[in-house]
């Protein structure tokens, strides 16, 4: 897909994508079972960018700690901004073991990573999760 090889920063990008994932994943579940959230650099390369968000949630009472990512595909087109984004159910896990699973999650992500991921932790906070959608996008 990327004949010269996928870089972080090789082009615009697609600058409301991030912004677009994160509003997705409001709308998919409850921001307040969220926990931490990795935030990927995202790979771009001219008008396209492929990004990966991994979160941890809270689950009923436990220590353990559910695990999703978001995997996102965008393109700026003649026509505005072709999305697409595929939200996959990881698995479970404690919470100290956290950190090895996110690295098995960018591993599997078939190249859709440009570095190591920004930590955001939410901890159940709605406040937390709105202040980080007004953000927008970080630079690539």
Known sequence: MYPHGPQAGDGPGVPEARRRALSELADRLDPTSIDRI???????????????????????????????????????????????????????AGSDRLPRVIEGVARRSEGAVAGDPRLVAIEGSLELFTGLLSEGNDEH
């Open 38 to 92: 990795w935030i990927f650099p995202p790979l771009v390369r001219g008008r396209r960018e492929r990004g990966l968000l991994a979160l941890s949630l809270y689950r009923d009472g436990s220590p353990d700690r559910s695990l999703v990512s978001l995997r996102y595909t965008a393109e700026l087109t003649g026509k505005g901004v072709e999305y697409s984004s595929d939200l996959v159910e990881e698995g479970d």
